[in-house]
């Protein structure tokens, strides 16, 4: 698994860059997103200015699944440190 070399996107910060992508534009920068969301995201963005609810709801499962694994592995590390 590769994490995201920035610090993970907030909901907020997400929801952004969606709605960005929903237009067909999105903000190339390091923004804390790991290669299934930027997939995801990026699809949205190239079926702009419509696209299906399919690749909406894929982009926000791609969010959640980051998040997931974020938490995961910060809760690995923390183990990890904890143990000594």
Sequence with gaps: MR?????PLTRSEFEERLAEARVGTVTVCDWGADQELWDA???VAGAAPNPPA?????ARAAFAGMTARVAAYAAREAEIIRRG
Excluded: K, R, T, Y
Excluded at 3 to 7: G, Q, R, S, T
């Design 3 to 7: 994490l995201p070399d920035a610090p």
């Design 41 to 43: 995201v990026f699809a």
């Design 54 to 58: 399919a690749l909406i709801d894929a």
